[in-house]
């Protein structure tokens, strides 16, 4: 069973740069047609999407954050990592990784979520 698990600071300030890890156990991020995703839920609002790095590395952004978006990925350690620079307190919302799989159409696992919270 593929688990996903998010990790980092869960509070940020101002201007600095967000940094989160998803580590992904039970299945390797190289595995065809997976998006390893990044998505976030700010307080009282819907999800949104940050972007993603395919199986094949290649990297897509959400065209309203991609000014200050950069997602990576260690494969040796089965990571991909999320980097947010410039952050406001409209940044703080629960952020989570996801695999999209391609011939599913759809979100095939989730990790739990994490809190950044944006604040001085």
């Known amino acids: 069973q593929v688990q996903l698990q998010e990790s980092g600071p869960g509070l940020v300030k101002p201007s600095q740069t967000l940094s989160l890890t998803c580590t992904v156990s039970?299945?390797?991020?190289?595995?065809?047609?997976?998006?390893w995703t990044w998505i976030r839920q700010p307080p009282g609002k819907g999800l949104e999407w940050i972007g993603y790095i395919a199986y094949s590395g290649s990297t897509y952004y959400s065209p309203s954050l991609k000014s200050r978006t950069s997602i990576s990925r260690d494969t040796s350690k089965n990571q991909f990592t999320l980097q947010l620079t410039s952050v406001t307190p409209e940044d703080t919302a629960v952020y989570y990784c996801a695999a999209w799989l391609a011939t599913l159409n759809a979100y095939e696992y989730w990790g739990q979520g994490t809190q950044v919270t944006v604040s001085s």
């Open positions: 039970g299945g390797s991020i190289t595995t065809n047609a997976y998006y």
